[in-house]
């Protein structure tokens, strides 16, 4: 059936929303604003993460040449500190290793080279050594070959037992030194020589300890009155 409200409209009832249905109204629009708010903001900040991304790797691809630089630098100068050290330890034997290193050439044979040499200071003091602290010289060498006889006969070269050739030899090389210490050796293949092989072995010499050099006696100036009495 159709109804018709014949009132007056000042007089007519109005139908209100009901507060249940305007707080889900409310609540819906509010909850849509926050989502549509947070997935701007999200987005943003995806785009800036993105950003400083970029930024990063490129200062990483910045940056990865000085630390190669850096790295190599940092080997160079440990490299320095390590001769520096070596000069040190060289200079407070008071041996003149030049003249001894030419004493050695001299008597070093042909098939017999050096991989490293060292002089190891030692704490320890030697009784009756004087001032100076004792050291070692430590060669790490090679000989060609697997001839044992070898490595014999350059031990007796050092020694100066076998004369080498040259205006020095092996007695003017040990003079020096108060031991040759005995260490055994090993055999590795070595292709870059002829033989493809070589024994490898390592020779300790201790340096004989150096008396300290005697002080200088102080001269007394002479004298004016002293004069006069000559």
Known sequence: MIEINLLPEEMRKVDRTSLKRLVCMVAAVIVVSASAIGLVMSLKQYRAEQSRNRDRKAEV???????????????????IETRIGTIREIRSTRLRWGRKLDQLYAVLPEYVWFERLELKKSTARTP?????????????????????????EFRRMLNGEVAGEGPYTGEDFFSDFASLDYSGWSREDFPETEEGVALKFKLELDVKPLAPA????????????QKGKE
């Open 61 to 79: 691809a910045r940056l990865e040449p000085l630390a190669r630089e850096y790295d190599v630098l940092s080997a160079e100068l440990d490299a």
């Open 128 to 152: 009756g050594a004087g001032q100076g602290p004792a050291a070692t010289l430590v060669l790490e060498c090679y000989a060609a070959g697997a001839n044992e006889k070898r490595y014999s």
């Open 214 to 225: 005697a002080p200088a006696t102080p001269k007394r100036p002479v004298l004016a009155s």
